[in-house]
T-cell receptor, first 112, second 109 residues
Framework: NAGVTQTPKFRILKIGQSMTLQCTQDMNHNYMYWYRQDPGMGLKLIYYSVGAGITDKGEVPNGYNVSRSTTEDFPLRLELAAPSQTSVYFC???????????FGPGTRLTVL | GQNIDQPTEMTATEGAIVQINCTYQTSGFNGLFWYQQHAGEAPTFLSYNVLDGLEEKGRFSSFLSRSKGYSYLLLKELQMKDSASYLCEGDGSNYQLIWGAGTKLIIKP
């Protein structure tokens, strides 16, 4: 039981490049979330999903896209990377109702 | 609007007790969570309150007052490994999760 896994762990992008951050969970949880965390700051919600085929914007969605074709996978897409997207990205999953979130280890992204 | 406030940084002594406060404003309320985050790592769940009162889990306790929009995390018998950031998260309406900026706790010997 791996919980929530994220790949890659680290990535350096050039301005304008695109990439997909992968997130997979094996807990069969319906709710999944993508956050970014800038140094010394809290978590900002980018996108979330309440089940396969259903996604919605969070607090800071601009510059990102998501899809949720299966319960297990919730990839985050950056189309035109910008230096402002340099951050640590966390994916999480949780069960129905008010419930604890299980986080992946994070992806540290630098855009130069 | 929706907002969560907590102090930026606190310092405490090993073996002592520390209380980290969190005030919140959310549209709808489904619970308040506390997470611990060590530097360079992902947050991990500590405790959860949905009803008023105190929830105790070993050295850690969390309190909630819904009428006052207020919660605190109480850490007893502080250990050096408790040096971390403590994040307050509120479950609002429409699946929206609102996070505080985190309180960095520094433990001194």
């Amino acid at each position: 039981n791996a919980g929530v896994t994220q790949t890659p762990k680290f990535r350096i992008l050039k301005i304008g490049q695109s990439m997909t951050l992968q997130c997979t969970q094996d807990m069969n949880h319906n709710y999944m979330y993508w956050y970014r965390q800038d140094p010394g700051m809290g978590l900002k919600l980018i996108y979330y999903s309440v089940g396969a085929g259903i996604t919605d914007k969070g607090e800071v969605p601009n510059g990102y896209n998501v899809s949720r074709s299966t319960t297990e996978d919730f990839p985050l897409r950056l189309e035109l990377a910008a230096p402002s997207q340099t951050s640590v990205y966390f994916c999480s999953a949780r069960g129905a109702g008010p419930n604890e979130q299980f986080f992946g280890p994070g992806t540290r992204l630098t855009v130069l | 609007g929706q907002n969560i406030d907590q102090p930026t940084e606190m310092t405490a002594t090993e073996g002592a007790i520390v209380q980290i406060n969190c005030t919140y404003q959310t549209s709808g309320f489904n619970g308040l969570f506390w997470y611990q985050q060590h530097a360079g790592e992902a947050p991990t769940f500590l405790s959860y309150n949905v009803l008023d009162g105190l929830e105790e889990k070993g050295r850690f306790s969390s309190f909630l007052s819904r009428s006052k929009g207020y919660s605190y995390l109480l850490l007893k018998e502080l250990q050096m490994k408790d040096s971390a950031s403590y994040l307050c998260e509120g479950d609002g309406s429409n699946y929206q999760l609102i996070w505080g900026a985190g309180t960095k706790l520094i433990i001194k010997p």
